[in-house]
């Protein structure tokens, strides 16, 4: 049994990850109505969840898309926020719950502009 939950665990971190993809763009071609844009910034989320979606194996939703991936990554990039242009994630709940039965692999993605 306990070899069956480290399988499972160990599994479950080769499935699920996370993806951060930027664009340096300049401030004549990109507008950003906050201030000055520095880059464009994508960020995807594969989670893990179990029964219904009601057990997260590993988490997928979109304050871990929005806050752990883009602001940090515009932040690290210099710029100060995020124009949020677009934010998605798998819906969990009433009949969408059917979709992760067993074993669910929801996602979530966000797109932004960083400012400076």
Same mark, same amino acid.
């Given at each position: 049994? $306990?070899?069956? /939950?480290?399988?499972?665990?160990?599994?479950?971190?080769?499935? *699920?990850?996370?993806?951060?993809?930027? &664009? !340096?763009?300049?401030? @004549?071609?990109?507008?950003?109505?906050?201030?000055?844009?520095? *880059?464009?910034?994508?960020?995807? *989320?594969?989670?893990?969840? *179990?029964?219904?979606?009601? /057990?997260?194996?590993?988490?997928?939703? +979109?304050?871990? !898309?929005? @806050? $752990?991936?883009?602001? &940090?990554?515009? $932040?690290?990039?210099?710029? @100060?926020?995020?124009?949020?242009?677009?934010?998605?994630?798998?819906?969990?709940?009433?009949?969408?719950? +059917?979709?992760?039965? /067993?074993?669910?692999?929801?996602?979530?993605?966000?797109?932004? !502009?960083? !400012?400076?």
């Amino acid at each position: 049994m $306990k070899k069956a /939950i480290v399988s499972a665990f160990l599994a479950s971190s080769l499935v *699920a990850c996370t993806s951060v993809e930027t &664009a !340096v763009v300049s401030g @004549n071609e990109v507008s950003a109505a906050g201030g000055e844009p520095i *880059a464009v910034i994508q960020g995807t *989320a594969l989670g893990l969840t *179990a029964i219904f979606h009601v /057990i997260d194996l590993v988490q997928s939703d +979109l304050d871990t !898309v929005v @806050n $752990k991936l883009l602001v &940090a990554e515009a $932040k690290a990039m210099g710029g @100060n926020k995020i124009q949020l242009l677009g934010a998605g994630t798998t819906p969990r709940h009433g009949i969408f719950a +059917l979709t992760g039965t /067993i074993i669910g692999f929801p996602i979530s993605q966000a797109t932004g !502009v960083a !400012v400076k």
